[in-house]
């Protein structure tokens, strides 16, 4: 069949009109072999510019399209649609970036005109080799993974279950409820935690879309948004293959390990003990059954909390601690009422609505504040000594029976292997990164996972919970039973003749998405979980592997016709 | 196989005597692991029954080791590394095999292996002290003349008759320091600064202290043996060091830019030796043999008309810059591809010049370990920012040497 190539340039209103001589760039084009036709138009991604478009690419047969307008990531979608409607294979056509890459970037107009001709010239060139790539369809899968039991995950995972979703709730402790399952009250209102998890805890494993899989851990996750492929290990060994269409990554936090700052005096000096260590000897269920005691079993008649231990080691705030350390003082205070609380802070954060009011109540039940810097706990006359540099700058020294350590929030352990399993990123700080902090907040990099709660960074139980329904809610609004996927067609293949076996492709695989046939001695591509990326293609000396839209012939007539 | 021994430990040697000269005792060592079942085969360069040529023989019979065995040949017809990639390329070795190297063969074997071309399980790797050898053609002019010839390289333990890429070789030994990190190997045999008819046993891995535990021989660390061959080879090292930097910087103003590349390369007849005797290029197809560097008749036509003219056959300076950047990470200065090209175009010495700044850049060194992935196939996030910061073409590491 005739090579019959149509060359359009978009206007994008004044953009590129004023900044390159479109005429000029026509009649440069307009007679290379191939082209029958060489328009412009003011804007081709409006309705009357695509249906221009479209009638077109039927009325003069065009076998292949090249439009020159702005960058791919904004319209290349726009244009292939247009083919298709057209009748066209989407991809026989061509975006040459005219705006972003000349129109904008450059102020003289002829030299703007020049480079414009080289990348109309340059995706004329390319285009005639594309090949008619074939979309497929495959089936979605609605169910989903929740990684984590503690509130966020177990909100995410109630909310997704009411929607009639199967949902695997993988938790590697042998019971549910996460942090907050240790803690006596919950501030601000002080009512018992276990009031508020309980009932949640109940409604999981009663829910017959929840399965519930404790002491179980994800080692692997292969495929794509719809349609992952999740390998889970149950401590002990027992391996299961779960299927399903969405994450919520919900690992939640630890305690920062307060060890490592000899200053702090932890571990050393008696009766110095974490926040965490705290609130359990308050809990009911725990060591000393609720009581607050000394070492010697006598109750502390003066308690120091120090905030902040750990914020300038891992460079930000907890969030918080200020709010927790607040609400420690109204434990002392109600068991222990004459027993005398200071805190030790360097700034309060009180950040939202009900706080304020819960700081002033807590500071009216006779508990001291004392701003202070280069805090350190060393053992005391008589108890524990809390040095410190006072807001005047002059050392000072108070004597307390006890210290309580408000420690930053980390990431639970194991989240720099569970990054790398789900192929996610992490922040410098190590929490798990969000697609965007405002626009995305529970989004991640991958399409169909999803962070809720302190997997993303230090935050309250409410916050969690916003987050849980959050990402709950994004999952129920795409992940719809019945709607299909269509998985990238853009992809790598490796020839069999070519292959050597040598695995560098494996290597720069960044989706596991190939494996190597021990049989054939040669390495293979899944379709289904390559997502184009070109590494492979790139990687292997022998050309075996292949991108099948940026092959060589297309890069190389691309690059010839560009630097000719 | 196993890592290079922990740091630390110290390099120890045995002796080892009972030939008249050194290579006989070499043989008679490599009889004797036979002997012992230490090994069940060796492979080894075998004197061709013409005496004209030494190619790699997968030897069990004991009598063709005594008769033939060349464990240091003149020339190296064929790269060690493809003659255990030939062996092993399958699938693991189903019983113990030694192989006997240069130092550069053990090195691209090292390199095969991490490509995925050999199977190291049952291989012991033995690698020997190398004075170079003569270019192959040479000697295949005149076989007689050249074993005179290479008789006076070993005696002189280097000489002007060896391979250009030979005589600024400066890794023609096995690893100098301590912990015996450099290159992996299981077992070494020292020629250097040592009474001819005796060789030094150095062990490098587990495997080779055990088979010298086996033969009841005790290596020691210090002893005068040892040090007059870590002296001798230390003190050549640095010579040769020193005769590369002046040779390659010699090298680089004839080829550097694009005309005396171009110049370089005018020669080449596309026959492609180079590519087929390089041990580190193992596809299976060259891409540029493939089709798809065959493009159509108006292609070409457009070609001329853009630059003039176009020389066929097309792409030669191409699959020379191509096949360079895929192999001069690996590149073990190895200088087969030079011995192979019939138009005596220095490819070694421009390759190996190119392949040493590589390497450097990257922080890379072929053979050096198992585990050290090829710097292409693996992504480190400060090395973007190493480009964005640097000066063109100089890491920070270089950079800050320079001061």
Same mark, same amino acid.
């Given at each position: +069949?005739?090579? *019959? ?13 004023? *900044? ?169 209102? +002080? ?210 029976? +006890? ?80 709607? *299909? ?74 690059? +010839?016709?560009?630097?000719? | ?33 036979? $002997? ?24 069990? !019979?004991?009598?063709?080791?005594? !008769? ?289 700044? $590589? ?42 040497? !320079?001061?």
């Amino acid at each position: +069949m005739e090579e *019959k190539i149509g060359v359009y340039v978009c206007e994008c209103g004044p953009n590129i009109a004023e *900044k390159v001589d479109i005429e000029r760039v026509l009649a440069a084009v307009s007679s290379i072999e191939g082209v029958a036709v060489a328009e412009r138009y003011k804007l081709l991604c409006s309705e009357e510019g695509k249906k221009f478009l479209k009638e077109n690419i039927e009325k003069h047969g065009l076998t292949h399209l090249v439009v020159a307008a702005c960058s791919p990531k904004q319209h290349e979608l726009t244009f292939m649609n247009v083919c298709e409607e057209a009748g066209l294979n989407p991809y026989l056509f061509q975006l040459a970036n005219i705006r972003e890459q000349c129109a904008w970037i450059i102020e003289d107009k002829d030299e703007a005109t020049e480079k414009a001709i080289r990348y109309v010239r340059a995706a004329i060139s390319r285009v005639r080799y594309h090949i008619p790539l074939e979309k497929k369809e495959i089936e979605a899968n609605p169910d989903v993974l929740v990684i984590g039991a503690g509130v966020a995950g177990i909100e995410a995972s109630l909310l997704l279950a009411s929607r009639a979703r199967k949902v695997y709730l993988v938790e590697r402790e042998s019971s549910i409820g996460g942090k907050v399952k240790g803690f006596a009250q919950l501030f601000p209102r +002080m009512e018992s935690a276990s009031a508020l998890l309980e009932p949640k805890i109940k409604q999981v494993v009663e829910n017959k879309n929840i399965e519930l899989m404790t002491e179980s851990e994800v080692e692997q996750l292969l495929g794509f948004f719809g349609n992952f492929v999740v390998t889970v290990r149950k401590k002990g060994g027992e391996e299961r293959e779960l299927n399903v269409g969405a994450v919520v990554v919900a690992t939640g936090l630890q305690e920062f390990d307060v060890s490592g700052l000899p200053q702090y005096g932890y571990g050393k000096v008696d009766n110095v003990y974490t926040a965490g260590e705290f609130e359990r000897m308050n809990s009911p269920d725990g060591p000393t059954q609720g009581k607050v005691l000394l070492k010697d079993g006598r109750a502390p008649r003066s308690v120091a909390i120090i905030h902040c231990v750990g914020r300038q080691e891992k460079g930000y705030c907890s969030r918080v601690c200020c709010l927790y350390s607040l609400k420690l003082a109204q434990y002392l205070k109600s068991k222990i009422p004459e027993v005398q609380v200071c805190q030790f802070y360097s700034d309060l954060c009180l950040p939202g609505k009900p706080y304020q009011r819960f700081y002033e109540e807590t500071k009216g039940k006779g508990v001291d504040f004392i701003r202070a810097e280069k805090v350190e706990i060393s053992e005391g006359e008589g108890g524990v000594a809390v040095n410190y540099s006072s807001e005047s700058g002059r050392l000072e020294v108070r004597n307390f029976d +006890m210290v309580i350590l408000a420690t930053a929030m980390e990431p639970a352990h194991g989240s720099a292997k569970l990054a790398e399993i789900l192929n996610i990123g992490r922040g410098v700080e190590g929490f798990f990164i969000e697609e965007h902090e405002k626009l995305g907040p529970v989004s991640t990099s991958l399409e169909g996972i999803y962070i809720a709660g302190c997997a993303q960074g230090p935050k309250g139980i409410s916050e969690s919970i916003v987050q849980a329904e959050a990402a709950a809610g994004k999952i129920l609004a795409s992940l719809v039973p019945g709607r *299909k996927l269509e998985p990238e067609v853009k992809v790598s293949e490796i020839s069999e003749a070519f292959c050597i076996g040598c695995k560098t492709c494996i290597s720069v695989c960044a989706y596991n998405a190939i494996t190597f046939d021990e049989l054939r001695r040669i390495s293979v591509v899944n379709e289904v979980l390559c997502r184009g990326c070109g590494n492979c293609a790139a990687a292997c000396p022998s050309g075996a592997a292949r991108h099948r839209h940026f092959t060589f012939r297309q890069i190389y007539h691309e690059l +010839m016709e560009t630097l000719r | 196989m196993s890592d290079p021994k922990k740091e630390g430990e110290g390099l120890k040697g045995a002796a080892f005597s009972g030939g008249k000269s050194s290579l006989e005792t070499v043989l008679g060592f490599l009889k004797r692991t036979l $002997a012992e079942g230490c090994f069940d085969a060796l492979l080894l360069p075998v004197k061709a029954p013409g005496g004209d040529s030494f190619p790699y023989v997968l030897v069990q !019979d004991k009598a063709l080791l005594e !008769d033939r065995g060349s464990p240091l040949p003149p020339i190296m017809p064929v790269q060690g590394g493809k003659a255990v990639s030939s062996l092993t390329r399958r699938g693991k070795a189903p019983r113990k095999v030694a192989a006997l190297m240069r130092p550069c063969e053990v090195r691209a074997t090292i390199e095969l292996f991490k490509l995925a071309q050999v199977d190291l399980e049952n291989i012991f790797l033995i690698s020997i002290d190398c004075p170079g050898v003569l270019p192959v053609k040479d000697f295949a002019a005149d076989p007689e003349k050249g074993m005179a010839a290479f008789g006076e390289v070993l005696e002189k333990w280097g000489d002007r008759k060896v391979r250009p890429v030979c005589q600024i070789c400066h890794r023609f030994t096995a690893p100098l320091s301590d912990d015996g990190a450099g290159m992996v190997v299981d077992l070494h045999i020292g020629l250097l600064g040592i009474e001819d008819g005796e060789v030094l046993l150095i062990p490098y891995s587990p495997a080779g202290e055990e088979i010298l535990a086996k033969l009841d021989l005790v290596p020691a660390a210090g002893g005068d043996i040892l040090s007059a061959w870590r002296d001798r080879a230390n003190e050549l090292t640095k010579k040769r060091g020193e005769e590369r930097r002046r040779a390659q910087e010699e090298m680089k103003s004839k080829v550097r830019g694009l005309n005396n590349l171009l110049e370089t390369f005018d020669k080449c007849i596309n026959c492609h030796n180079c590519m087929r005797v390089c041990p580190v290029c193992y596809c299976r197809l060259c891409y540029f043999d493939s089709e798809a560097v065959k493009h159509p008749p108006d292609d070409y036509l457009r070609r001329a008309g853009d630059w003039g003219s176009i020389r066929f056959l097309p792409d030669t300076i191409l699959f020379q810059v191509g096949r360079m950047s895929h192999m001069s990470l690996s590149c073990v200065s190895c200088g087969t591809c030079e011995d192979a090209c019939p138009m005596d175009i220095p490819v070694a010495q421009v390759f190996s010049l190119v392949a040493d700044e $590589a390497q450097e850049y990257f922080g890379y060194l072929p053979g050096r370990s198992t585990d050290e992935p090829i710097p292409l196939a693996t992504y480190k996030e400060e090395e973007l920012e190493e480009v964005e910061d640097a000066p063109q073409g100089a890491s920070s590491e270089t950079k800050e040497k !320079d001061g």
